[in-house]
């Protein structure tokens, strides 16, 4: 019996029926909104209060109080009256150089420019890196994207400017290090682009990347004190301990250390069993980083970074699919299958308040593994017997 290979169509129809369910479950939150406050409790646009309240604390001349979660959450209550949701400020100076001028806005104005920007610098990346124009409908639908419209995080940021900096990594090495620099914005998801690029040896991107972090810190530290980025350092323990202790049990994260953990895992079980996998998908990255070509090295850059990390949202795996995107086309039915992970880790969030599967992780590793497949294949490609005809799938 003959199997029926599903369409492109096909495939295309469920990634905008899957959008539009998830645009859905947004408007449906929506309906008993009070102002800039859902029935929840929660803002309107997420998270991107956070980010809104740190800025205006800044304008205000607050930073050295930044981190205090009683400043923050009245400054919450400017934006959002009423609202009952803590989000505190855990990231940079460097990135609350990027917020502060958008602060000048009201909250729900600042929200819609800052995901704008963030969304045209998205499609422009994905544009660069898919095959085709037809393929940014999996752009548009991606789940962790679309979830954006609700959380308004960095996500697509940092896909953007990520897909933009491998795209440009060898056609202007320059440039790709200064976008690189910007992910000082969010600085655990670039720690493994210096081994990425010193181990490939793109030595031009690398001094054009640790030249402009190193401006960049210096403008965070002339802007807020130098002493802002200690602060930021003693305040990092906060996320690593509200997820190591399950106080706030939400299926966001989408680590394997937290998926384990919502499990029912040990801690100690669930340290070691993510340990193993992240070290594993280093070793296996690294060894890419030397031997792979750029599109299956960027693709194995994404998929570790996202694996190695212990505090990860769901929204960062956008970054996979920025891995996804620059192993092109799938070539067999493990590649499709790897490439549907990818565009469905997003997925998670929903999935997570019926059974705390790891799907993000496992998406990651499915990508890793595609890109570790190309290259073995381009290191030790199949031989012929003169005459034999091509396979279908040679």
């Known amino acids: 019996m003959t199997m029926v290979k599903p369409s492109r169509t096909l495939f295309e129809l469920a990634a905008i029926a899957v959008a539009i369910a998830i645009l859905a479950v947004l408007l449906t939150r929506l309906s008993g909104a009070s102002g800039m406050v859902l029935a929840s409790g929660q803002p309107l646009f997420g998270d991107f209060i956070s980010f809104w309240s740190a800025g205006r604390a800044a304008l205000d001349g607050h930073v050295e109080q930044i981190h205090d979660q009683r400043l923050i959450f009245s400054y919450h209550q400017l934006a959002a009256p009423g609202v009952r949701y803590l989000a505190w400020w855990n990231s940079p100076p460097t990135f609350l150089l990027i917020v502060t001028p958008v602060a000048l806005l009201p909250f ?14 998205y499609f422009i990346a994905a544009r660069k890196l898919l095959p085709d124009a037809r393929a940014l409908i999996f752009a548009a639908t991606l789940p962790a ?9 960095t996500g697509l ?31 655990h998801l670039a720690v493994l682009w210096p081994l990425f690029l010193a181990i490939s040896g793109r030595w031009r991107a690398f001094a054009a990347a640790s030249a402009a972090t190193l401006a960049f810190i210096g403008a965070a530290a002339l802007a807020f004190g130098p002493e802002s980025f200690l602060r930021f350092l003693q305040n990092l323990p906060l996320p690593q301990t509200i997820v190591s202790n399950q106080l706030s049990a939400t299926p966001a994260y989408a680590s394997l250390y937290a998926n384990l953990l919502s499990a029912g895992a040990p801690q ?9 996998s992240a070290l594993a998908a280093l070793v296996l990255a690294a060894w890419l980083f030397r031997r792979g070509e ?22 960062d795996f956008t970054l996979l699919a920025v ?40 998406a990651a590793w499915l990508i890793l593994l595609v890109a570790a497949r190309r290259a073995r294949a381009a290191a030790y490609p199949r031989r012929r017997t003169p005459g034999q005809p091509r396979s279908a799938r040679s």
């Not at 994207?145 to 995080?153: D, I, K, M, P, T």
């Not at 940092?158 to 969010?186: E, F």
């Not at 100690?268 to 193993?276: D, E, M, N, R």
């Open 268 to 276: 100690l079980t669930a340290i070691a069993v993510h340990a193993a």
């Open 157 to 187: 940021l940092v896909a953007g400017v990520s897909g933009l900096a491998l795209h440009w990594l060898d056609r202007r090495p320059l440039a790709a290090g200064a976008l690189v620099s910007v992910l000082a914005i969010k600085p």
């Open 108 to 121: 729900p104005a600042a929200a819609i420019v800052f995901l704008i920007a963030s969304g045209a610098l």
């Open 323 to 362: 891995g996804a995107a620059l192993l092109g086309a799938p070539r067999d039915r493990f590649e499709l299958v790897a490439l549907i992970a990818a565009w469905s880790a997003g997925l998670s969030l929903p999935l997570g308040y019926l059974a705390p599967v790891p799907l993000c992780p496992l």
């Open 294 to 315: 750029r599109n299956v090295a960027g693709a194995a850059l994404c998929a570790a970074t996202l694996l190695v990390l212990p505090y990860v949202f769901f929204y």
């Open 145 to 153: 994207a679309v979830f954006h419209l609700g959380s308004v995080q």
